[in-house]
């Protein structure tokens, strides 16, 4: 069997604080296969940002590996993990704030291919640009206009021509259509199933929204202070959630059927989460849990094998 095209093993980035630390995250483990799209899901402040920028070292982990194509990412020096980043590409959730608002269309999408070298002219690179341009459906005369103005989809199709013109592997897509319009956000996505069909992307899908990520993802892992609690294929998530943080968040998806909203395995999360500088002992989500006992305050469950997925409860069948 061959090997995932990234494999996260035991991640862990922190913050410093006042005579303590943030742990942003703790512990967590992932993999993706080449193709695929894996969806890391929770509520804001959970540590799924922080997995995506440790993953590309915009932020240093305290720990871990990251394999990716079969090379630690992690233990390489910076210079030479300059050439990965070609292929391991991120799009971010405000598409206005990380376009240069001095650059032209143009000019931002042949930036990467000047870095990298890629292009034997600058007319070259503006012919790929012309091109990238045209595979996330923008008309090339867009090339010659600046960020302000554009539409909000507009900007976020240029930054993802603007990662696809290096050639990636792997996008990672954080919250990248939770700015835009609901009819903007379904064109997003089915550009991006398009494109995975078309040259084979992965993707690492960062969001909050479950309802995206139903349609989207193979897989979905369910990120809860700092750390996975349950992973698995999407239908099997969605239609047989084994952990009560999975089925609390199901149970938060506005729906009419009341049949969804009150059914057998529906729970409701009590208060806030926890501070990450002080997670509580045992099952971190034990403080809220309604279905929790003795032993979720005293002991912490690990990651478990639970059908085709994984869970991080004492109450799912081992």
């Known amino acids: 069997m061959s090997r995932p095209l990234l494999e996260v093993e035991a991640l862990r980035t922190w913050f410093p604080a006042r005579r303590s630390w943030v742990r942003a995250v703790d512990g967590v483990d992932l993999a993706i296969e080449a193709g695929r799209t894996l969806a890391l899901v929770g509520e804001s402040g959970c540590g799924k940002t922080t997995v995506g920028?440790?993953?590309?070292?915009?932020?240093?982990?305290?720990?871990?590996?990251?394999?990716?194509?079969?090379?630690?990412?992690?233990?390489?020096?910076?210079?030479?993990?300059?050439?990965?980043?070609?292929?391991?590409?991120?799009?971010?959730?405000?598409?206005?704030?990380?376009?240069?608002?001095?650059?032209?269309?143009?000019?931002?999408?042949?930036?990467?291919?000047?870095?990298?070298?890629?292009?034997?002219s600058d007319a070259e690179r503006a012919e790929r640009a012309a091109a990238e341009l045209q595979r996330v459906r923008l008309d090339p005369a867009l090339l010659a206009r600046y960020p302000h103005e554009l539409s909000g989809g507009q900007r976020q199709r240029v930054c993802i021509a603007r990662a696809l013109a290096l050639g990636p592997r792997l996008l990672i897509c954080d919250e990248s259509v939770s700015a835009l319009d609901v009819s903007i956000q379904a064109q997003i996505l089915n550009l991006l199933r398009d494109l995975q069909h078309e040259i084979g992307l992965a993707y690492l899908f960062i969001?909050?929204?479950?309802?995206?990520?139903?349609?989207?993802?193979?897989?979905?892992?369910?990120?809860?202070?700092?750390q996975i609690v349950e992973e698995g294929p999407t239908q099997r998530v969605f239609e047989a959630p084994e952990h009560p943080y999975t089925r609390a968040l199901l149970a938060a998806v506005p729906s009419v059927d009341p049949a969804v909203r009150s059914g057998s395995r529906a729970l409701h999360a009590r208060g806030d989460p926890p501070s990450a500088i002080r997670p509580p002992p045992g099952c971190r989500f034990h403080t809220r849990c309604p279905e929790c006992f003795e032993r979720c305050a005293r002991d912490a469950p690990e990651l478990v094998p639970v059908g085709s997925g994984a869970s991080r409860c004492f109450l799912s069948p081992r």
């Open 53 to 120: 920028r440790s993953i590309v070292r915009l932020v240093e982990p305290r720990e871990g590996r990251v394999w990716f194509d079969g090379v630690d990412l992690l233990a390489l020096p910076r210079a030479a993990l300059r050439p990965h980043r070609r292929r391991l590409q991120i799009v971010f959730q405000d598409p206005l704030a990380s376009l240069d608002p001095r650059l032209r269309v143009g000019d931002a999408v042949a930036e990467g291919m000047q870095a990298f070298g890629i292009g034997a």
């Open 207 to 226: 969001s909050h929204d479950l309802g995206v990520v139903r349609h989207l993802a193979d897989r979905v892992a369910v990120m809860y202070l700092g």
